[in-house]
């Protein structure tokens, strides 16, 4: 059974900073050759992307996160991290992990509240 499970969001002060984990485990292929997103959904919002790294390991960011974020992969561990530093309010959200290669699948999400 395929899951990928997200964790470290919580409650942060603007300007600080939380690290996500969404561990992988279940999939038929190797993690390795999953690419990895972040997704963000914030109330009454769509959900973004926020951060994506392939199976080369090369990333791309919304412009929005672009120098304060952080994606990258452990495939050793099956983990791929979002390191978020400088959060502002407005990175408020519920984020979940989505891993495609052949088929999609997502996460069930981590709470992120940035307020004073």
């Known amino acids: 059974q395929v899951q990928l499970v997200e964790s470290g969001g919580g409650l942060v002060q603007p300007g600080g900073s939380l690290r996500l984990s969404c561990a992988a485990s279940?999939?038929?292929?190797?993690?390795?050759?999953?690419?990895i997103t972040w997704y963000r959904q914030a109330p009454g919002k769509e959900r973004e992307l926020v951060a994506t790294i392939t199976n080369d390991g090369s990333t791309n960011y919304v412009d929005s996160v672009k120098g304060r974020f952080t994606i990258s992969r452990d495939n050793a561990k099956n983990t791929v991290y979002l390191q978020m530093n400088s959060l502002k309010p407005e990175d408020t959200a519920v984020y979940y992990c989505?891993?495609?290669?052949?088929?999609?699948?997502w996460g069930q999400g981590t709470q992120v509240t940035v307020s004073s």
């Open positions: 279940g999939f038929t292929f190797s993690f390795r050759y999953y690419a």
């Open positions: 989505r891993a495609y290669y052949i088929r999609v699948y």
